[in-house]
């Protein structure tokens, strides 16, 4: 761990006490209440020297330690995204904390849009395995053979079907697919939405996959889910945008907290 990452996490364990944390969890957009389930202290991003300050609105910029359903979290309320500023790495040192507080697993929620008429909105998938459309790569400067991190089973399949049970434990369905990464901050196009449902893309999203590689890079096991706000461009006569993401985001949410409330003690 850098000296950065020490400092935070000494800093974060001072305030929020230094038992080990068991899992980290990054909320998405709109998803962010489940922060507020928690037993525990927030800590505002702009406390965290070199974390990422708020970029966009349907995210809650704290870090959260404390108990969900007696199991010791660390919940990041908010990420950054690449299309911020051209930074495929920007949710490096925020990962790297989250290992540092001791945490083995790593959960990440997203909103995405549908490729999948069975998966409309409001529901939940899984995520098995990801195309990484953009091409940019977090560790691209990284030295050393580290860096060559290998992509099978990034999405930890023990651990997948933790959640899975736990979303049929608590009657929530859950699918499971391949998440594509776009940079965004645009919307795709319909042309490319059919590309890529027939590259075998199950939901669309311009998050996520780079803070698995690094995850992954950082020896972290891995889920994570997407709550769907909408049919991928040109898919449905919805007019796409930031507000409706939003809108939207609340109807999976509320399925996200059931599965995740129900897997952690399994976790
Ligand atoms: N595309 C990309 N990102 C998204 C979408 C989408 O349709 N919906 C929510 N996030």
Redesign the pocket.
């Known amino acids: 761990m850098d000296r950065a990452a020490s400092d935070l996490v000494r800093f974060i364990q001072d305030r929020a006490g230094a038992g080990p944390v068991r899992v980290g969890l990054i909320l998405g957009?709109g998803l962010g209440h489940l922060a507020e389930a928690i037993d525990g202290v927030p800590i505002p991003y702009d406390q965290l020297p070199g974390f990422p300050q708020p970029g966009v609105s349907g995210h809650s910029p704290q870090l959260t330690v404390g108990e969900l359903e007696g199991t010791r979290v660390a919940v990041l309320g908010g990420r950054a995204h690449y299309y911020e500023r051209g930074d495929a790495a920007a949710m490096r040192l925020p990962l790297e904390v989250l290992a540092g507080l001791g945490a083995e697993t790593l959960i990440l929620t997203?909103?995405?849009?549908s490729l999948d008429p069975a998966m409309p909105p409001g529901s939940v998938m899984a995520i098995r395995d990801h195309i990484n459309f953009s091409g940019l790569n977090p560790l691209i400067g990284e030295a050393g053979d580290a860096r060559f991190v290998p992509m099978a089973d990034a999405y930890d399949p023990a651990l997948r079907a933790t959640i899975l049970e736990a979303a049929q434990a608590t009657g929530t369905s859950c699918a499971e697919g391949v998440y594509a990464w776009?940079s965004?901050p645009s919307?795709?196009t319909p042309a490319e939405i059919r590309a890529i449902r027939t590259l075998g893309a199950d939901a669309?999203?311009?998050s996520t996959v780079p803070e698995v590689i690094l995850a992954r890079f950082l020896g972290l096991r891995v889920a994570a889910i997407s709550a769907m706000?909408?049919m991928?461009?040109g898919m449905s006569d919805e007019q796409?945008g930031h507000e409706h993401?939003k809108q939207m985001a609340p109807l999976g949410a509320r399925k996200l907290e059931a599965i995740l409330r129900a897997a952690l003690p399994a976790i």
Do not use: R
Request: charged share 5%; aromatic share 12%.
């Open positions: 957009s997203n909103a995405a849009g776009f965004g919307f795709e669309v999203g311009m706000t909408n991928g461009a796409l993401t």
